[in-house]
Antibody, heavy 122, light 110 residues
Framework: EVQLVESGGALVQPGGSLRLSCAAS????????VTWVRQAPGKGLEWVSY????????HYSDSVKGRFTISRDNAKNSVFLQMNSLRADDSAVYYC???????????????WGQGTLVTVSS | QSVLTQPPSVSAAPGQKVTISCSGS????????VSWYQQLPGTAPKLLIY???QRPSGIPDRFSGSKSGSSATLAITGLQTGDEADYYC???????????FGGGTKLTVL
């Protein structure tokens, strides 16, 4: 069974840092690209970041660029999201999702994790 | 303000048909493929439609997608109470070099 499991969410103070992990099971994550999507409480989905299977292509939304870093360890079947300089408006459930599609113009998210909650508050 | 525009809510009676629109521009929907996601209350989103109009295995043919120009539409026929959920469109934005979601549409089956 294909599964993605996020972890690392926590309560953190403004300006702090957090590292989220996305672990895959039931398939080999190393051959797939991965996207992080977040959802603030009571709000819609927001695309956050993308990493190609090889790690050689990375994209960020303007709202996190320069503060967040996506990476992967294919040997551990995992993808990470390092979040620095956290702000209150970064508070959200963070989902990782497997990307399908031969190119970004056709990319879609076929499997999602259950999400991990990040709360930024003093 | 989302890059892709969806109506905040739609409603219809059981058994009826509903459509959800998603409006964008040439930098996103106009030149890229659209996918649609269903999010039931308290759960993670689930893929409904990809490549504008393709259904993954297990998605009933009551759900269909289409695209024309810089707009896309999700249609749901034979509405069931279990279809009550939030629905999101998504695509790649070539100018932003980022993915973009619509603001989401809450479907109520009356």
């Amino acid at each position: 069974e294909v599964q993605l499991v996020e972890s690392g969410g926590a309560l953190v103070q403004p300006g702090g840092s957090l590292r989220l992990s996305c672990a895959a099971s039931g398939f080999t994550l190393s051959v797939y690209s991965v996207t992080w999507v977040r959802q603030a409480p009571g709000k819609g989905l927001e695309w956050v970041s993308y990493i190609l299977s090889t790690g050689t292509v990375i994209h960020y939304s303007d709202s996190v660029k320069g503060r967040f870093t996506i990476s992967r360890d294919n040997a551990k079947n995992s993808v990470f999201l390092q979040m620095n300089s956290l702000r209150a408006d970064d508070s959200a459930v963070y989902y990782c999702a497997r990307v399908r599609g031969s190119q970004l113009a056709r990319a879609y998210l076929d499997y999602w994790g259950q999400g991990t909650l990040v709360t930024v508050s003093s | 303000q989302s890059v892709l525009t969806q109506p905040p809510s739609v409603s219809a009676a059981p058994g009826q048909k509903v459509t959800i629109s998603c409006s964008g521009s040439s930098s996103n929907i106009g030149n890229n493929y659209v996918s649609w996601y269903q999010q039931l209350p308290g759960t993670a989103p689930k893929l409904l439609i990809y490549d504008n109009n393709q259904r993954p295995s297990g998605i009933p043919d009551r759900f269909s997608g289409s695209k024309s120009g810089s707009s896309a539409t999700l249609a749901i026929t034979g509405l069931q109470t279990g279809d009550e959920a939030d629905y999101y469109c998504e695509t790649w934005d070539t100018s932003l070099t980022a993915g973009v979601f619509g603001g989401g549409t809450k479907l109520t089956v009356l």
